[in-house]
């Protein structure tokens, strides 16, 4: 049951459960949705607890309607007066945009050298595990792409270029599987070295993006994205390095075939929330 207590002051919060918010696209379904929004000051985005709160001036109900409209499972749960205490949590980051900006800069540039990187020796390499890990690359480099091109840029514009780059997604993850698909029936000899070797450097990158990230974490929606897509990151070149030993000892493929084929699901999940943003969040 939602709780509205009425309030004397312009700013309020209102405290929302998302029930189906796991992850940051959804957050990002959210800010585009809401992002037409005059009265709305700030939000704020608890993904364990599936909590949304809304700083804003005046009335919430065409906000609860619209987030409604998104399928989400979402529910007003309170709205009160902001006191100063909440005004400082929503406006007391000392991180500015410009800051955001170049680490979304910087992180581009790794992911995207990373994708070159990593697709070129998976494929001199003969391992879909590389090849795999390059599109998750790819997927990243896409979502802090599409983060720099929001700024200045209307929510619909935003939705069109996310459209875009989940359907390339969407073609390079099914060239990926099909890659798989065809080493498994005539086989491979993954180079096991090259493969630990190139993963390796790839945890040196994106460890270096989580440090970069690490002071902007608890920022907007797309930057809690970048610390969550890094922190995956680290667990594909992990699985890389590992399915890279095993085909060393046992001498046989499968274990890269197996984490090639687990990066392109991680890379088609991905494409396939980005795509839910663009088609969901004009509803």
Known sequence: MSKVIPVQFSECVSSFIVS???C?????????????????????????????VVFHEGEIESVTNKLNSLGLGSSLQETSAADQKAIDAFGGSTVTKAEESRTL?????????????????????????????????????AVYGLALYAVG?????????????????????AGALIEVIRRFVFGSEPEARLMIAIAFVALIANTSCLWLISKHREGGAHMKASWIFSANDVVINLGVMAAGALVAWTGSSYPDLIIGTIAVGIVVNGARRILAVSVTSFL
């Open 20 to 22: 189906k918010m796991d």
């Open 24 to 52: 940051p696209a959804e957050e990002r379904m959210i800010r585009l949705a809401l992002s037409g929004f005059s009265q709305i000051r700030a939000l704020s985005f608890d993904l364990p607890n599936r909590r949304l």
């Open 153 to 173: 840029h209307s929510a619909k514009v935003q939705v069109s270029a996310a459209h875009v780059a989940g359907l390339l997604q969407l073609v390079l993850a």
């Open 105 to 141: 800069r910087w992180l581009l540039l790794i992911n995207g050298l990373l994708f070159g990187i990593e697709l070129t020796a998976g494929l001199i390499a003969q391992s879909t595990g590389l090849i795999g890990e390059s599109l998750d690359n790819f997927a990243d480099a």
